[in-house]
């Protein structure tokens, strides 16, 4: 495997960024705290990307923390203002934006587990998370952790967790899944923001894999059953019951 430093130079991808995405500057640095507080730091001065080779305080969902390997993995988030008539529908789409930028890389389908979870292989390769109102009205802090060239976990996610490298014995260039993930990112903000989500509702489905079989869903307490239909406006199972998307903590096969 080739050394995982060979990566594209930040001038070549900043030049991709801003010849195919919204995403017309980047930002690039050694470590920090987290890339969600860098994106958040004044000035807050259109859309941009920020990455990390290293976060010493990374984070996901509900404060839970994000480990990463310095210099292998990648630790990105995009700032991106766009009004969304259907914000919920960001969260159910990013997930599908990081499986369709990681797939051609993989040779083979990722699932995607709600809320914010991306799988390969029964292992979570990749996690999301969306921060609102932390740098201005309709800008959306999109952070995006995904698990690229390291080949060891601590003790704790061994069982869990997996690499493109472990996987794939394949050598990522972050910088170029980095213009990738734009890229799937940037389609999905236009589809949402102008009300076309018929296809990113079709790949979530596709993704999830969950429709026909039984199901636990955690919306204000357990509930069991055979989930008949989800779209980004909720879940609805065979008995009829539905839970709005946005009230879904959790959904598992049962």
Known sequence: MDH??????DAVVTALLQG???????????TCAST?????????????VFWADHQTHGRGRQQRSWHDEPGVDLAVT?????????????????????????EPLVGRGLRVKWPNDVYLD???????????????????????????????????????????????????????????????????LREI??????????AF???LGLVGRRVVIDAGGEH????????????RLASGAVFPLAHVRALRQQ
């Open 4 to 9: 995982p430093e060979a990566g594209a130079p």
């Open 205 to 207: 489905r596709d993704r």
């Open 122 to 188: 029964g292992h979570k390769l990749s996690g999301v998370l969306v921060d609102s109102g932390m740098a201005g009205r309709d800008t959306w802090l999109i952070g995006v952790g995904v698990n690229c060239n390291r080949t060891r976990f601590p003790p704790e996610l061994e069982a869990t967790a997996t690499s493109i490298a472990i996987a794939c014995g394949a050598f990522v260039d972050r910088g170029m899944l980095l213009v990738a993930l734009a890229q799937r990112l940037d389609v999905a």
């Open 36 to 48: 969600q507080d860098l994106a958040a730091a004044p000035p807050i001065d259109g859309d941009a």
């Open 78 to 102: 995009f700032r991106a203002t766009a009004p969304l008539p259907q914000p919920i529908a960001l969260a159910a789409a990013l997930p599908v934006a990081v499986a369709e930028a990681v």
């Open 224 to 235: 069991r059953g055979e989930l008949a239909a989800i779209d980004f406006a909720g879940a």
């Open 20 to 30: 195919t995405t919204r995403f017309h500057r980047c930002v690039h640095v050694p």
């Open 193 to 202: 923001a102008a009300g076309r989500l018929a296809r990113l509702e079709a």
